[in-house]
């Protein structure tokens, strides 16, 4: 996809027992791919190792303090999107993709220190690729996490964790 993204949603939807993950470009043409549950565990699994690669990540000895960092970038990057806007429906299905793709996998790669390609390999055969800042795979992650919260699909989804050096800070106070 070389167009620039303009919206992304994601929702459950029970018939299926799948999510519906959309995006939309500023050109006003949407790619819709079915996410089942083990696809979002993937998902999960790359993501974090790819916020987990970040160099203020890396740097920190001690792995309560690396998640928290996770935790805190993660947090940071939710609440600067914009999740508000319903669904725009004025789109157009983009071309050979009239319906929802099924992703079998999900792949990171790093384009370059501001840019991600998320890529969605699907069982049609075909490659929905994502060009993405750190910032916007958080929010892909914040949507998704939501989306499989309403599925009841039971995954504890979660970037980081804040609490952990707080309850490690605590146990030191003795």
């Not at 070389?2 to 799948?18: F, G, K, S």
């Not at 309560?64 to 939710?78: D, E, I, T």
Request: proline fraction near 3%; charged fraction near 20%.
């Amino acid at each position: 996809m070389a167009d620039n993204l303009h919206q992304m949603t994601a929702e459950y939807v029970p018939a299926q027992d799948r999510i519906l993950f959309r995006v939309n470009t500023q050109e006003k043409l949407e790619y819709r791919v079915w996410l089942t549950r083990r696809v979002v565990k993937n998902l999960w699994g790359v993501a974090v190792k790819s916020f987990e690669a970040k160099p203020e990540v890396v740097e920190q000895a001690r792995p309560q303090v690396k998640q928290a960092v996770m935790s805190m970038q993660h947090q940071q990057a939710v609440q600067s999107s914009n999740f508000g806007q319903k669904h725009d429906t004025s789109t157009t299905p983009a071309p050979d993709a009239d319906t929802p793709l099924l992703a079998v996998a999900t792949q990171i790669q790093e384009v370059n220190e501001n840019l991600l390609r998320l890529t969605f390999v699907t069982a049609e055969r075909k490659a929905v690729n994502l060009h993405l800042t750190q910032d916007m795979l958080h929010a892909i992650c914040h949507i998704v996490q939501t989306a499989a919260d309403r599925a009841g699909w039971d995954l504890q989804l979660a970037v980081g964790d804040a609490a952990s050096v707080m309850q490690t800070e605590v146990g030191q106070v003795h």
